[in-house]
């Protein structure tokens, strides 16, 4: 095993919290300290999203925080699409989310249990580190990040900003509008039993013509709340840095130099239309731990984290753009009838064959091929 005294991780979201859990676990003799540029108790967003299976990918590597953070989550088992002529359901489309701020409290409680030492509200020059391991945990806009991981970075076109409401909705649902000045379409979701994530997304030519880019956040939240009011059943939407952006799509090809290894939105970002950005983030953290505390040394632990993460994320990325895609022109797509409309959608990423639709959504594949 690698032997480190010390380590340093940037960044204290879901992904430098969990690596920071299972590097104390690892390495119970070393000093682990994450620095994280928000105060305590403070984030931007509402809830997150995760696949139906959850944090199962979690409860192989650390049971105990699994077992912290699933009672606490909200799950459904069908998704339902509102098209503007009719509603169609997707069972067996199943997710489970949870409040942002409610995990990263579970995540930051633990680490400290484990004598992880937590820094808040204060940026850190990566430079200045002196850990035998640092790890990159801090998001797109990552000052770990350098020329030497080989970054590519482009943005999607359609416009989006991220709302809450106290409106619970019980299912995953997505929300389509048609309207003179252009499509609107909305995902939202429980995370909470009295809360819920409400995802406002239009293309950019819809967003112009809607005036968007020349209000403020609270004048977009009282607008989207009203083209949306029969969906929010007159609910008010909340904002948390709900600015307009186009999602950034970033890949790097390097993954660790030296003694610095990156995770998360700081070397990859996944399209939130697949809800797997945070378990990435995860899923990444629990690669490195596991590279770096099985190899002889650091150096070779961080070359077989290079050689084995890199390829697995790839897929799930590809996919996300490729679903990201289909939003991009998803008006279009509105053009189609309801179950037309459905079936485009969920075989969006072209990962999901006939065969395996008709096992995961039996009731909706029947109804489909019915109409057909």
């Known amino acids: 095993m690698a032997e480190l005294s010390s380590i340093d991780i940037v960044g204290g979201g879901p992904g430098g919290l ?33 696949s139906d299976r959850a944090l199962d990918f979690l409860k192989a590597d ?31 489309i199943g997710f489970a989310a949870i409040g942002r701020l409610e995990l990263l409290t579970i995540l930051a409680e633990r680490a400290e249990a484990l004598g992880v030492a937590l820094h808040f509200g204060a940026e850190v020059d990566p430079a200045t580190l002196t850990g035998d391991l640092i790890i990159g945990a801090d998001g797109l806009n990552s000052r770990c990040r350098s020329a030497a991981n080989a970054p590519s970075l482009t943005h999607m076109s359609n416009r989006f900003a991220w709302f809450g409401t106290p409106r619970p909705f019980y299912a995953l649902t997505q929300t389509f509008l048609r309207h003179p000045k252009g499509a609107l379409n909305a995902h939202h979701y429980r995370y909470a039993p009295d809360m819920s ?15 968007f880019a020349e209000m403020g956040e609270e004048e977009s939240a009282a607008t989207c709340a009203e083209l949306f009011s029969e969906a929010l059943e007159g609910a008010p939407l909340l904002t948390n840095r709900s600015i307009w952006r186009q999602f950034p799509k970033l890949w790097c090809e390097t ?112 109804q489909y091929e019915a109409a057909q």
Do not use: C
């Open 18 to 50: 969990t690596a920071a859990i299972l590097a104390a676990r690892a390495f119970p003799a070393a000093r682990i300290t994450v620095h994280e540029a928000a105060p305590r108790g403070v984030t931007w967003g509402f809830g997150v999203v995760f």
């Open 62 to 92: 650390d049971p105990e925080t699994h077992d912290l953070i699933a009672p606490r989550m909200e799950r459904w088992q069908n998704m339902v699409l509102n098209h503007p002529d009719g509603a169609v359901t997707l069972d067996g």
């Open 197 to 211: 994530t409400f995802i406002v997304e239009l293309e950019e030519d819809a967003f112009q013509a809607h005036g």
């Open 255 to 366: 993954w660790a130099t030296g003694t610095m290894a990156l995770l998360g939105d700081a070397v990859h970002t996944a399209h939130f239309s697949i809800g797997s950005g945070t378990r990435l983030a995860m899923e990444d953290a629990i690669a490195l731990i596991a590279a770096v505390s099985g190899a002889s040394s650091l150096e070779a632990g961080l070359a077989a984290y290079q050689q084995s993460r890199p390829p697995v994320a790839r897929k799930i990325v590809t996919g996300a753009n490729t679903s990201a895609e289909w939003y991009e022109s998803f008006s279009r797509h509105m053009e189609q009838p309801p179950l037309d409309f459905a079936m485009s959608y969920v075989t969006r990423s072209g990962r999901v064959p006939p065969e395996k639709l008709r096992a995961l959504s039996p009731a909706f594949m029947a």
